[in-house]
């Protein structure tokens, strides 16, 4: 896949509330794009399936993404960020 953005794409997790969290992805700090994702117990898959639509949208390869970071209204002891924190990793 090639792509027109430049080699910085961040992927931004941020938390709405409880049950919606946003994939944000930016080209250093300008939105290029953004999915609302809605969950309840698959928070796992809804993070994959998410990040797959937006890459594809944008026609990006995973290895256009230089990092991952988490934000929004979220507790860093909760299960959601837990496994946020596990897909940031996850995607290196």
């Given at each position: 896949?090639?792509?027109?953005?430049?080699?910085?794409?961040?992927?931004?997790?941020?938390?709405?509330n409880?049950?919606?969290?946003?994939?944000?992805?930016?080209?250093?700090?300008?939105?290029?794009?953004?999915?609302?994702?809605?969950?309840?117990?698959?928070?796992?898959?809804?993070?994959?399936?998410?990040?797959?639509?937006?890459?594809?949208?944008?026609?990006?390869?995973?290895?256009?993404?230089?990092?991952?970071?988490?934000?929004?209204?979220?507790?860093?002891?909760?299960?959601?960020?837990?496994?946020?924190?596990a897909?940031?990793?996850?995607l290196?």
């Amino acid at each position: 896949m090639t792509s027109s953005y430049s080699t910085t794409m961040i992927l931004e997790i941020f938390f709405k509330n409880r049950n919606l969290v946003s994939l944000i992805l930016k080209d250093r700090q300008k939105t290029v794009d953004t999915i609302d994702l809605e969950f309840d117990r698959n928070l796992e898959t809804v993070l994959i399936t998410g990040l797959d639509k937006i890459l594809n949208k944008n026609k990006m390869s995973l290895l256009s993404l230089k990092m991952v970071r988490i934000a929004g209204k979220i507790k860093k002891g909760s299960l959601s960020y837990q496994i946020a924190q596990a897909f940031k990793k996850a995607l290196g």
